[in-house]
């Protein structure tokens, strides 16, 4: 029996109309790579957060080595042994990798030394990191490199990673994984967060699963099948996306030859980009973050302008419309940054039903809102795709991301589109509101729209697509049938390795 490092008795939460946690208790041994699952609104970033001190339990207690602990902060927090790594970085892209380190600690030494310190431990650990790079030439996994070293270098005895893998190739989480096993093989207990089982299963020795708040029941996940875990946090059965038959119609979107500076500060301009979509057909496009990706939405939404022959829809040259000429020539567009780009965080679900549906579902008349057409819609997004909300009159920085996920994807597949790009459309969802987001993509699909889903996650294109190709460094591999293809095959094209056939023509 290892020693318990931090044990959670009775920890509750309430925000107003929310229970977010109750009643949770469950205990995190020295050394153990420990999971905490759940579906989206489980509770799950509230109890982190309780634990790093960024939030207040409002009943129960914590004991941390023996000793109770009760961090007011994360200051305070990582005084006592507990760090962690956010899904969202919190890098500054301006600043170098020793500048950003040294910004995450409380007496930082001279930066030569800090430096010497990077080094010797990211090469100790496997993460090689030059201290000198600046954040904005680095990937998403070397960026992930910086925040872990910066915790490393706190001696940590508990480690807490949220959605860790996200924006990795399959050899950067082999790197990961590994590194991970060494810290636990050192004694670093790690509280693991994510919804990709099979990596539970892989890395975990125990799970606590959450379901509205309170825990429901715990696992060996190496004992457990990756749909036995995902019913326990859902509670109940769950059955795989079906694809239902389609035939491939004519082409409803080419791109050609696509040039286009990047208006992102340290983005990736897009080069000779070419590829066509048919009715019926799905084109997953996968890339490590960074590569490209929103770049490429945005050229494809008009938000970034071609010359008109660039982009065509439905055979008509598009490449110099905006946003809302594309939406009414039938395409619509599911941007990867829910807070801000795809939504207005403080506006209500009514309203930000309204902003993109407005066009597409006749929601004003005379220049005046509909308001009674927009609530119905809001509300048939949130009954359809079972976001979990008070109401439609709540602000959408209210629900959790994965509602909001939800909520936004099924903005723009309720709007009888032609085209469909979504880029990210089940970030950080959990296991059924993601089965239910891509079967709801396949039913547009054989509706007979083309669809152009961007996503990080392999496994999901993998299950969605026809067709697939790689973003590297703003240059996109000429599409591929999905049949055939092998995971070692797709993690070297979207590491850019040398001979991959790039597309710099449409093919006949």
Known sequence: MQDILLSVEGIGKSYPGVRANDDVSFRIGTGEVHALLGENGAGKSTLVKMIYGLVKPDEGRMMLRGQPYAPVEPRAAR???????????????????????????????????????IRSVSEEYGLPLDPSRMVGDLSAGERQRVEIIRCLLQDPKLLIMDEP??????????????????????????????????????LCDAATILRRGKVVGSADPRQSTARELAEMMVGAVLTPPERKAAEKGEVVLGVTALNAASPIPFGTSLKEVSFT???????????????????????????????????????RAAGDLGPAERRRAGLVAAPEDRYGHAAAPDMSLVENAFLTGQIRRNLDRGGFIDWPATRAFADEIIATYDVRTPGNHVAARALSGGNLQKFLIGRELDQSPDVIVINQPTWGVDAAAAAAIRQAILNRAAEGAGVVVISQDLDELLEVSDMFAVLNEGRLTRPRPVKGLTIDEIGLMMGGAHGMEVAHHVEA
Do not use: C, W
């Open 79 to 117: 005084a006592a042994g507990v760090a962690m790594v956010f899904q969202h970085f919190s890098l500054f892209e301006a600043l170098n990798v020793a500048e950003n380190v040294a910004l995450g600690m409380e007496n930082p030494p001279p930066m030569r030394e800090l430096a010497a310190r």
């Open 165 to 202: 893998t996200s924006v990795l190739t399959p050899q950067e989480v082999g790197i990961l994984f590994r590194t991970l096993r060494q810290l636990s093989s050192e004694g670093t207990a790690i509280l693991y967060i994510s919804h990709k089982l099979e990596e539970i299963r892989t």
């Open 277 to 315: 979509v048919a009715r019926g057909e799905v084109l997953g496009i996968a890339g490590v973050a960074g590569n490209g990706q929103d770049e490429l939405l945005l050229a494809l939404s008009g938000e970034l302008k071609s010359a008109p022959d660039r982009v065509r829809i439905a055979g």
